[in-house]
């Protein structure tokens, strides 16, 4: 029988990944403050990383490219990322679940000032903005899937008046203003403790954020930040060419200050992505002196300017949502992340989205201490215009991550943890900023590790340790109540939805998994028993407790 007009509404609703009112209808004063927010048509997309690799769909597509990228959101980022792929994804580090593109910037290193050997630092926040509250006459529309962008000169050292032009008062400038001269759409944010602006005495350009700060970044809870502005205007013709047709809107010759896109052109919402990086633990933990020693971080293609600070984009959008967002989904003062205008169902939690992680398909050392930058890459500090890697490149290999045994420690499988709300093993837990792997949670399960303060402070020794979500170590002493998961049978030993997660700290290794409300669990203990037979006893453990689905 077919639905009434009325049925059919009510039915797309309640099966509609939007909730009926987009965003919050009215915005009240923060604590304290007499200030209401406005409403603006901008939303927060949450994003972490799904991979680090010499990985580069747009500018090396088919092979290794030349300098390690940190990438965030589909599951399929590749070198043969494309339009079908990324809509295709087995999952999204984004927070929202329709947004299944990719995006990616070079990863931050520390070199030390002792031998100049390098090391990765922490990433710690990452997320877009997507606004279309501008004044236009233009409809704003969704990115059509595979769209690619590039903003940045990867191999640039210095920066002229005659190739930017900027904003002598601080900000950035994206060309809005066509007497104003060049866009300049990447630059660095550097919050301090005492909230000083060491750009206005260390950077010729003043506020800009042109080039590195050269300070330390300490601000609470922040670190130095990428700031990647997209243009937001294109000629329509080729979604791939990322070197043509592709500008910021402007408020040339437009009435009442209206900024649109040349006559013909799509506009797209604007884009801007952070990506902070915790370079304050390198002060805190000795290893740089920011008072006396020179500035140690570079940008993976061996940049120690920062002039070359850059970022991509590969679209991957259910465009009926994105566009959806783009029309209604209002927040206050555009701070709002996008669970304010999508139904829980359809958001990830930030332990899915830590989850979803790949394997690098560059098979290299990218993890812990490098003599040099991934790729071939020597520091190149300018001012002339940098030479890209010309060496031989690793080739590409099927990745052959997989759980082994750890010195004192036999893996026993793939367990399902917090079923029930009841954790497996119930002692002492570690997760980020530690660095999490197997190893690393055998010396800290162990009570004698010595890698770092973490360890050191934890001295009791257990017998069953677990890992899970990329980047979490639980040790405990009580033999765990168990319900096993499918074996994992794959070469490389990743089964979608088991034990399939690399590790955040050295993608080689797999930490557990995620499977939504419980969490495939990595499981290791220190018995000398044969594995056969303590494998035969946890699945005693396991047909037990098989009634609890």
Known sequence: MLLSIMGQMAFLLAHSPLVHSLGPSVCTPAAGSTVTPSLIKQVIVGLAPVMYGRVDPIIAPGKASAHVHLGMGSSNWSPFLDADSALNASCTSAQA????????????????????????????????????????SDKIVAFPPGFQMLVGDPYKRDSTDSETTPLKGGGIYLGRDPGQGIPQPVQFTCPTADGSNPYAKQNRFANTGLGFPMANC????????????????????????????????????????????KAGWTHFPAMHMEVYWDIDGFARSGMWKPASDAWPFELAQGDPTGYGIH???????????????????????????????????????????????VPSPVD?????????????????????????????????????????????????????????????????????????TPEWCAGFCSGTGTADQTQKDQTKKYKWMLLEYSYQCFCGNDDPQLVKTPSNTAVNGLVQGMCNSVCTADQTHICGGSNGGYSPASLYSTSSSKKEKRASHLHRHADAHDSSF
């Open 311 to 357: 970022g991509d984009f590969f679209a991957g959008w259910d465009t009926d949502t994105l566009q959806t967002l783009i029309e209604e989904c209002k927040t206050c003062d555009g701070d709002n992340e996008v669970d304010a205008c999508l139904d829980p169902s359809v958001i990830n939690t930030n332990d899915e989205m830590n989850a979803c992680t």
């Open 218 to 261: 300490d601000g609470y809870a922040t670190g130095l930040r990428y700031d990647i502005y997209f243009p937001d205007c294109w000629d329509g013709k080729s979604p791939s060419d990322y070197t043509s047709g592709r500008e910021f809107s402007s408020t040339a010759s437009t009435k009442n200050n209206e900024q649109n896109c």
């Open 364 to 436: 290299e050392p990218i993890w812990g201490w490098l003599k040099n930058q991934p790729g071939c890459n020597t520091r190149q500090p300018g001012p002339q215009k940098a030479v890209q890697a010309t060496c031989e490149e690793a080739g590409l290999s099927t990745p052959t991550t997989q759980h082994t045994d750890v010195p004192g420690w036999t893996y026993q499988g793939c367990y399902l943890d917090y079923v029930n709300y009841k954790r497996l093993l119930t002692g002492r837990s570690a997760s980020l900023p530690s660095p999490v």
């Open 97 to 136: 679940k329709a947004d299944k593109s990719a995006y990616w910037v070079p990863r931050l290193s520390f070199r030390s000032p002792q031998n100049g050997s390098y090391i990765s630092v922490p990433a710690t926040q990452e997320k877009v903005y997507y606004s279309s509250s501008m004044t236009t």
